[in-house]
């Protein structure tokens, strides 16, 4: 999917020659401390931004120039995203299927909201949902057109048990029965322990770990991956402290 990319900010490189590749029917972990390269990779995966190196191809389509094809076989959604609040989730979801193209729209929606088990809010108003009511129309809403590729932000954060359940419940029926490859950000190690096959690990705009969550664990001579993420995160805290002191050495020796 992804070759060499490379992305810098001003005097950072906030990504330093990632690969990234998510097969069909794929579940994918994309994890890393904040300023890891998380969000930028994502970002140029679906094309917001471009890298100043690499490449980029979805579903035999490259980016930039064929971005338009690429994205009608994306779907994206976040924690984060809002709703429109004066809308009914059914209306809210045909506006997205009719514009996605989607043929049987009614139909669709009907599976997604069964898929996460949130049928009964078909005729409830934006103002009405929770969070995780939220987030999980927010996922039928991305879903609708049978995307290849899911490309999930922060889905399950601040969710109760019981909503993130569901969410990775539905995620898993999604691509076992669509065939589709699922990529996720996530600062819920546990969550991702339990949803995702493969993890793809980074560090300072690096991929440093691409394997089953267990065997990175192991890698890492940590129990789960919370404490590779604790092990990375200190790594990362520590380098401006390091960088700090040897100017300061600097400076004396001058």
């Not at 322990?193 to 001579?221: K, W």
Request: hydrophobic share 40%.
């Amino acid at each position: 999917m992804a070759r060499g990319l490379v992305k810098d900010y001003k005097r950072t490189r906030a990504v330093d020659g990632i690969d990234i590749d998510v097969l069909k029917g794929e579940r994918v972990g994309l994890l890393g401390p904040n300023g890891a390269g998380k969000t930028t990779t994502l970002m140029m995966l679906l094309g917001a931004i471009s890298p100043e190196q690499g490449s980029i191809e979805i579903c035999g389509h490259r980016l930039p120039g064929g971005r338009s094809e690429a994205m009608q076989r994306v779907g994206f959604s976040a924690g984060y995203m809002p709703l429109a609040e004066r809308l009914k989730v059914s209306e809210f979801l045909r506006m997205y299927g009719e514009l996605y193209g989607v043929v049987d729209v009614e139909a669709r929606i009907e599976t997604g909201l069964e898929r996460f088990r949130i049928l009964q809010l078909s005729e409830a108003m934006g103002t009405q949902l929770s969070s995780g009511q939220r987030t999980l129309v927010g996922i039928v809403k991305a879903t609708l057109h049978r995307p290849r590729l899911l490309v999930l932000d922060e889905p399950t954060a601040s969710l109760d048990p019981d909503v993130a359940l569901r969410v990775r419940t539905g995620l898993r029926d999604l691509c076992q029965s669509e065939g589709t490859a699922l990529l996720i950000t996530s600062h819920n190690m546990v969550e991702i322990e339990r949803l995702c096959e493969r993890v793809i690990f980074l560090s300072r705009g690096r991929v440093i770990a691409n394997d089953a969550p267990r065997a990175i664990a192991s890698q890492f001579e940590s129990d789960d991956l919370e404490g590779v993420f604790l092990h990375l995160a200190q790594i990362g805290a520590d380098q401006p402290e390091r960088a700090e002191r040897r100017a300061q050495e600097t400076d004396h020796s001058a």
